[in-house]
């Protein structure tokens, strides 16, 4: 009886279609993967065929899901149906009118308008669909890194996967090797101290550091760490942005009132944690202060990307005013 649930579950997990749509490229391939791994759960030695939108032939869909002279299942992954060619699209439309047995269907689609008839027929014939939404803002990264500790089942702070995001910034699949690298290394709470323990190097060599020394009125713990980071090779124009977004969730919070964090960062597009850092940071600091502090990081962004002849003068500039503003709101 188990043995039958089992393959219940399979079946349920790879139906005959499955459609994976979205730019986020981790995401996407990770789907894939799991699709595939439950797939040959399933059926061992199915052959698996990938087509290529670029290299398409016309027909050649159709020729790989006919039944072989040996007989066998079959998965066909076709990537990139956001830039099929009409007959690609066309013979997909094809298939779906008459879907063969024993062949499982992956498309893999970008995002866009090309392909849609396809993408209407996958949906309307009950594919699976796996999202692979965009993942760009600080919330997006934290929550992404969040999920990837729940997914190990290990329990991480709001203050570790902060530093975590701070410290590997943009690129999510390093984001996601850093929170595995974390689980197998590590036992027990991922803290704070544990992800500084690993990388804590890169967080003071980031914006972020020189930011919260800034925002804190640390005149010179700021411009030690802005002077570490340009020595180890940062460029001036990301620790300008991460001054800005920083000076610019102050002010998000400061408007929006009282309420739960929880409610708040729904409302202003922000993590949890973001909106009680902020809490904790707004102390002393005035509505000018912060207007002030933020025309100050405006015209440093502007030296920065070349409207200036010193970028590293401009941003010790934009700090100071900003370590200014916080201690005459602290007098």
Not at 16 to 41: C, D, F, H, M
Not at 164 to 175: M, S
Not at 263 to 291: F, H, I, N, Y
Request: proline residues 4%.
């Amino acid at each position: 009886m188990g043995a039958v649930s089992d393959l219940v579950e399979v079946q349920r997990r790879v139906p005959p279609l499955v459609l994976i749509t979205g730019p986020e490229q981790v995401l996407a391939e990770r789907g894939l993967a799991e699709v595939l791994e439950a797939v040959r759960e399933r059926t061992p030695d199915v052959e698996v065929i990938r087509l290529y939108a670029a290299a398409y032939q016309p027909g050649e869909l159709m020729v790989h899901a006919s039944p072989s002279l040996f007989g066998g299942d079959k998965a066909v992954v076709v990537h990139d149906l956001d830039e099929a060619t009409d007959e690609l699209q066309q013979d997909l439309l094809d298939y779906l009118a008459s879907p063969p047995e024993d062949v499982t269907l992956v498309v893999v689609h970008k995002g866009g308008n090309r392909g849609k008839k396809v993408l209407d027929t996958l949906k309307k014939a009950r594919a699976r669909v796996i999202d692979a939404p965009a993942i760009k803002s600080d919330r997006d990264k934290a929550d992404f890194a969040m999920n990837e500790f729940r997914r190990a089942r290990r329990r991480a702070t709001g203050e570790a996967v902060q530093a975590l995001v701070d410290a590997i910034g943009k690129d999510l699949r390093e984001l996601a090797s850093a929170c595995h690298q974390l689980v197998a290394d590590t036992t027990g709470t991922i803290d704070e101290q544990v992800v500084l323990t690993y990388h804590g190097g890169k967080v003071e060599a980031t914006g972020f550091k020189v930011a919260d020394a800034a925002v804190a009125g640390d005149a010179g713990e700021a411009l030690r760490l802005l002077r570490h980071a340009i020595a180890v090779g940062v460029d001036p124009v990301p620790i300008v942005a991460v001054l800005a977004q920083q000076i610019r969730q102050l002010i998000r919070v400061g408007s929006a009132g009282r309420g739960r964090s929880a409610d708040l960062a729904r409302d202003l597009g922000m993590a949890p944690w973001q909106v009680d850092k902020a809490r904790r940071s707004l102390g002393g600091w005035t509505a000018e202060g912060l207007a002030r502090s933020l025309r100050a990081v405006a015209a440093a962004d502007f030296e920065v990307k070349g409207g200036g002849r010193d970028p590293v003068y401009a941003v010790e500039r934009a700090v100071l005013t900003i370590t200014r503003e916080k201690a005459a709101g602290d007098g």
